[in-house]
């Protein structure tokens, strides 16, 4: 904890920064930066190949971006169909999802029964890792730890520094097995070190399906629906993979690029995902709408909720931002599949656990936000919701503590980071580095008596 001294000191050092540096706005437009790796019509800098998956959200026409129906799909095909073809054949998809997305292909019946068999057998954590790792030090944030956690495995692995295929294979399926795992036991060492609550440590199914797991883990009782592992299923499907491009994906291959290790690569995106600019959306959707629900008196008055909404874009309402979480994306414009896909199946889901007036209240808050943007913040962007807006709600649905958001993504998202670190590992050949425009100007060396 710092005194009032030491803050003292440090906002004073922070001062002589700010005497010393920054830029002007006009200096990225001069000298052609694409800030956030972004061209200027919005779409990304074209920075690599890959073959793991697609993000269609708009089309280019005479330089211009047309808004378009969201599509996403893996290793080209499209989510839809693997949803509606887990549905239907009412079972778990994640696994099969994992597949895909790592080797290229979809899984024969035999290849996904043994490739179950084998994450299964992977969920446990080393001996005492649990105990010198995640109970000896426990954390506030999730995040944080599974972060560390994933460094540490690093000491566990008897080759952790070896790139080849088989090697970063073997660790990617050994992570995506038990990074679920690392987050229950930490979140229930959060909830008895800092929340003063009894944490319980289940013993391992190994044949359970990865959802059916961390239900079972995070329940004192164990006890879950299949309905329910069925929904967290279908979350995680949708929140496997996401592109090249995104900024903890990104980050993966960029560290996969400079030949590092499987651990430190994984640790990266983790930490990324931990931003609020990234992962953290769905929390800040479950904070906006917990302030409208407490402030909207009627539901079911869309004036009412049209009024508050106004609030959080003129920055009086919500965190200050101005912004109305879970609408808008960097790629999607009429339409985010993920949402659309979350927002038909969380119905039944709802029914049962008797939230449908809050449903209700999300889809009437979708219905009325792009009017409040046009009318209000007077923009004439199209406009959608996202996947968070839809995924709090659910995970709340589900039982998931709001702490354990941004985890549940990351955990879902190990599978696509995997596999975009193999193909950048296995094909990139370059280590990543784009260039920065020095601002500098040269300057003499004074002798330190000379200095004021």
């Known amino acids: 904890m710092s005194t009032n001294s030491e803050t003292q000191k440090f906002a004073e050092l922070c001062e002589e920064y700010r005497r010393h540096n920054g830029f002007n706005a006009s200096d990225y437009q001069t000298y052609n930066v694409k800030r956030g790796l972004r061209n200027p019509d919005g779409t990304g800098v074209m920075a690599g190949l890959t073959n793991i998956c697609n993000v269609h959200g708009f089309m280019m026409a005479d330089g211009e971006r047309l808004p378009d129906k ?152 164990m006890q879950f629906t299949d309905s329910e592992a069925k929904l967290l299923d279908l979350c995680m499907i949708l929140h496997a993979e ?64 049209y009024n508050f909404l106004s609030g959080v874009v003129r920055k009086e309402k919500s965190d200050g931002s101005g912004l109305i979480y879970g609408f808008g994306h960097a790629i999607y414009t009429l339409s985010d599949p993920r949402a659309v896909i979350l927002k038909s199946t969380a119905e039944n889901l709802a029914k049962e656990k008797d939230m449908l007036k809050e449903y209700e209240l999300y889809k009437t808050v979708e219905k009325i936000t792009p009017d409040v943007m046009l009318n209000v913040k007077k923009s004439s962007k199209v406009i959608c919701a996202n996947v968070d807006f839809y995924s709090g709600f659910v995970y709340d649905m589900l039982g998931i503590p709001s702490d354990l958001f941004t985890p549940m993504f990351a955990v879902s998202r190990i599978a696509g980071w995997c596999a975009h670190r193999i193909e950048e590992a296995a094909y990139g050949g370059k280590i990543i580095r784009p260039a920065y425009r020095s601002m500098v100007k040269n300057k003499k060396y004074i002798p330190i008596e000379n200095r004021d």
């Open 70 to 221: 969201g599509k996403l799909t893996y290793r080209g095909i499209d989510v839809n169909d693997i949803i509606n073809a887990c549905i239907k054949e009412n079972r778990f998809g994640y696994e099969e999802t994992a597949w895909l997305l790592l080797f290229g292909s979809l899984p024969t019946k035999s290849q996904l029964e043994k490739f179950k068999d084998t994450l299964g057998s992977l969920r446990e954590l080393p001996d005492n890792f649990v105990e010198d790792m995640i109970m000896k030090s426990p954390s506030k944030d999730i995040m944080n730890k599974m972060g560390r956690s994933v460094l540490a495995l690093y000491s566990f692995d008897d080759n952790p520094d070896d790139i080849s295929l088989e090697n970063i294979m073997q660790q990617s399926i050994k992570l995506i097995a038990c990074l679920p795992t690392a987050m229950t036991y930490a979140y229930q060492v959060k909830k008895r070190a800092f929340d003063k609550g009894s944490m319980f440590f289940h013993p391992i199914d190994l044949s359970l399906s990865t959802s059916e797991s961390i239900l079972r883990a995070l329940r004192p009782d």
């Open 242 to 305: 996401h592109g090249g491009g995104n900024n903890s994906t990104f980050s993966a291959r960029v560290l996969s690029s400079s030949g590092t290790d499987t651990y430190s690569a994984i640790s990266a995106a983790i930490g990324s995902l931990k931003g609020p600019k990234h992962g953290g959306a769905n929390l800040r959707v479950r904070s906006m709408m917990t302030e409208l629900k407490e402030t909207v008196k009627d539901w079911s008055d869309e004036e009412e909720i």
